[in-house]
């Protein structure tokens, strides 16, 4: 099992990140999209996958950072519940097939079930291609639990 299996509740088809970097600090963690011909989102008439997605990318790298402070505080990751956005600014109509999309986020916010994070996803070329500020809540009894499409 890779880190990201350990880490997210998603699994195929739902699994939306290809990769994820080695740990910079806590509560944040940088992941890489997943724009392949596999994604449950990749459609062949634009060559890639809609902007749309980059809500899930946001909120699965969210998810990533959320399971290794559990890891580290003895605990399993487990589901969380996506509350709302803020700031969501998608400046890209499509994350093309073939290209390296990196994801990240950071926490700027926990209070042990709601937490905070900016989020954002840049092009190889370093660019933002989107970025917002998501709110989550895991619930005191949450299970780790698979989420399939």
Known sequence: MDELERLLPHRPPM??????????????????????PGS???DPE???VPSCAALE???QAMAAAAGRSRLRAGLAPAAGFLLGTRK????TDRFARGRRYLVRAECTY??????SFD??????DGATAAAAALTA?????????EVRG
């Open 119 to 124: 989020c954002s996803i840049e092009d190889e």
């Open 15 to 36: 699994a939306m990140l290809s990769g994820i970097l080695p740990e910079e600090k806590p509560g944040a963690a940088a992941a890489y999209a997943d724009t392949s």
């Open 110 to 115: 926990s209070d042990g079930g709601f937490a």
């Open 46 to 48: 634009i060559d890639g």
């Open 88 to 91: 969501m600014d998608i400046r």
């Open 137 to 145: 809540y895991m619930p005191p009894d949450a299970a780790s639990t």
């Open 57 to 59: 990318y946001m909120a």
């Open 40 to 42: 449950i989102f990749f």
